[in-house]
C-alpha cells in the first residue's frame, strides 16, 4: 500500500533503478541489491533524497563502504 502523499516505500518508487548504479559503475549483483535497499531506508528517513544525483551519490559511498 502506497502512502496518499507519495512518498517511497518501496525499491521501485526510488528514482533511479539498478540500471542506474551499474551504468555508475556499480557491480551487478547482490552489490547492487544490497545498495538499493541502502537507497530506500534513506529515502524513507527524508524523502528530499529521492533525486537522482542525490542517490547516484549516496549509492557510490555506500558501495564503497561493502
Same mark, same amino acid.
Request: charged share 25%; aromatic share 2%.
Given at each position: 500500500? #502506497?502512502?496518499?502523499?507519495?512518498d517511497? =516505500?518501496? @525499491?521501485? &518508487?526510488?528514482? %533511479? &533503478? !539498478? &540500471? &542506474?548504479?551499474? #551504468? *555508475? /559503475? %556499480?557491480?551487478? !549483483?547482490?552489490? @547492487? !541489491?544490497? @545498495?538499493?535497499? /541502502?537507497?530506500?531506508?534513506? @529515502?524513507?528517513?527524508?524523502? *528530499? =533524497?529521492?533525486?537522482p ?7 557510490? #559511498?555506500? *558501495?564503497?563502504? !561493502?
Amino acid at each position: 500500500m #502506497r502512502s496518499a502523499y507519495r512518498d517511497p =516505500v518501496e @525499491v521501485a &518508487d526510488l528514482a %533511479i &533503478d !539498478g &540500471d &542506474d548504479l551499474m #551504468r *555508475a /559503475g %556499480i557491480p551487478a !549483483g547482490a552489490t @547492487v !541489491g544490497r @545498495v538499493l535497499h /541502502g537507497l530506500l531506508d534513506a @529515502v524513507i528517513d527524508d524523502p *528530499a =533524497v529521492n533525486e537522482p544525483a542525490r542517490l547516484l551519490d549516496l549509492a557510490r #559511498r555506500l *558501495a564503497a563502504a !561493502g
